[in-house]
């Protein structure tokens, strides 16, 4: 299985329309929605970097990578939900770190009720750095 990351589209937020469907998606990233507004607001944005992630024409799921001035970027994935725990944002979240320049402390915020995403983050290196001031779980990593 290989995973490639492309810029999202227009045209691609049909598809992440029909994954906010889904209970879990819409609790965790419903702040995205409308993904119009969205879309438009970070399409263009030169430290902000949203990309599909396809594994042939299946599309497995979404990154979106942030970087900032102090040498840092903030990480978010969104997976298909029909592709679930299947190692999927394993191997999204590896693909969009080797983007980044060596040095970069990359960071993920998760909530304290998502253990999946707390464990997928750790097993790929990325350390408990604390509670962001919105009671997040900080988690860093050093690329």
């Known amino acids: 299985m290989t995973i490639h990351l492309r810029p999202l589209a227009a045209p691609d937020l049909r598809t992440l329309q029909n994954w906010f469907s889904d209970v879990e998606t819409a609790k965790r990233l419903g702040g995205m929605l409308p993904l119009e507004a969205w879309f438009a607001n970070t399409k263009d944005a030169p430290n902000h970097k949203s990309q599909l992630a396809t594994d042939g024409n299946l599309a497995i799921g979404m990154t979106t990578v942030e970087t900032y001035d102090d040498n840092s970027a903030g990480v978010s994935i969104l997976i298909n939900?029909?592709?679930r725990n299947r190692g999927h944002g394993k191997r999204v979240v590896a693909?969009?770190?080797k983007q980044l320049p060596n040095g970069t402390a990359v960071h993920a915020y998760i909530?304290?009720?998502?253990p999946h995403s707390a464990a997928l983050f750790a097993a790929l290196g990325f350390r408990r750095n604390g509670i962001d001031p919105d009671g997040l779980?900080?988690?860093v990593?050093?690329?």
């Open 111 to 114: 909530d304290a009720d998502n």
């Open 137 to 139: 779980t900080d988690f």
């Open 81 to 83: 939900p029909k592709q």
């Open 141 to 143: 990593y050093i690329k």
């Open 95 to 97: 693909e969009a770190l």
